[in-house]
């Protein structure tokens, strides 16, 4: 994982990934890998790419990590963006909420892997958010959002904002769990 070549740092992130979850001890080295991609004499050379197969097969124990780095500002925004695709590749509600932290990030290519991601993992508490977003002043953000309203939900509403806000307002209790009254003794 340390070497200076990178075809060993490569075989070094395809062998872990080969032992998914056991691999869960070597999961801060990969995402220290996330921005290696190098290219030499014509041969893509990409302990990056490895390390996110590696990510994705070692699964849920992978999960806290990649969430502390994609909410962390001050990371690298490459890793930052990777780990929100990785976390949207794993499918685990635990990423929801902090994804959804993220939807209002500088880094337009950051807004758009959480959106994705959001869209893999299905979560219904990311419509109202997802909503939001369709106001986004880049366009393919809103529209990568009404995609993802759309896969979500089952509707499609389009990049029709106030339709959505309304659909939602009518339909959130049939998304969401109601939340029971807590009893104080």
Request: hydrophobic fraction near 40%; glycine fraction near 8%; charged fraction near 25%.
């Amino acid at each position: 994982m340390y070497s200076e070549d990178e075809r060993a740092r490569e075989r070094a992130a395809r062998q872990l990934g080969g032992l998914g979850e056991k691999a869960t001890p070597a999961v801060p080295f990969l995402i220290g890998l996330l921005n290696e991609d190098d290219f030499h004499l014509g041969t893509e050379i990409s302990p990056g790419q490895e390390a996110i197969g590696a990510l994705v097969k070692i699964g849920k124990p992978a999960v806290l990590p990649l969430i502390a780095v994609t909410a962390d500002s001050k990371a690298d925004p490459v890793a930052r963006q990777l780990a929100a695709n990785i976390l949207g590749a794993i499918k685990d509600k635990r990423a929801v909420e902090p994804l959804i932290g993220v939807l209002g990030d500088q880094s337009t290519r950051l807004r758009m892997s959480a959106i994705t991601a959001l869209k893999q993992i299905g979560d219904p508490r990311a419509v109202e958010p997802l909503i939001e977003r369709l106001k986004d002043r880049d366009s393919d953000i809103s529209h990568a959002a009404a995609l993802s309203l759309k896969a979500i939900t089952g509707n499609d509403l389009g990049h029709d904002y106030a339709k959505w806000r309304a659909w939602w307002q009518e339909n959130k209790a049939k998304f969401l769990p109601s939340q029971s009254p807590v009893k104080i003794d």
